[in-house]
Nanobody
């Protein structure tokens, strides 16, 4: 399971950095991705990064979120800047295609 960590409470306009450690087999063979699920809504893809560094972002986070991967540490990161209240959600680390079961997400709350 892929476990996301680093969530918390932040004011609008603030920043947070999420991290996720993966197994080498998953890391080397999958596009790594971040998903989020807000209360009462479905899970959505936020950002993805391929093994070669290709990037993909949801329109709602473009220009504010940046995902990266550290091949030496076998870790994936999501840097979130200029956070908005609508970014409040549980964030999950996973892959494309999705690996099941889902790991534990981390709650990000953006509120003043």
């Amino acid at each position: 399971q892929l476990q996301a960590c680093g969530g918390g409470l932040v004011q609008p306009g603030g920043s947070l950095r999420l991290s996720c450690a993966a197994s080498r087999s998953v890391f080397s063979s999958h596009v790594m991705a971040w998903y989020r699920q807000a209360l009462g809504k479905g899970r959505e893809l936020v950002a993805a990064i391929g093994s070669g560094g290709s990037l993909n972002y949801a329109d709602s986070v473009k220009g504010r979120f940046t995902t990266s991967r550290d091949n030496a540490k076998i870790a994936v990161y999501l840097q979130m800047n200029s956070l908005k209240p609508e970014d409040t959600a549980v964030y999950y680390c996973n892959a494309i295609p999705v690996l099941r079961p889902w790991g534990q997400g981390t709650l990000v709350t953006v509120s003043s």
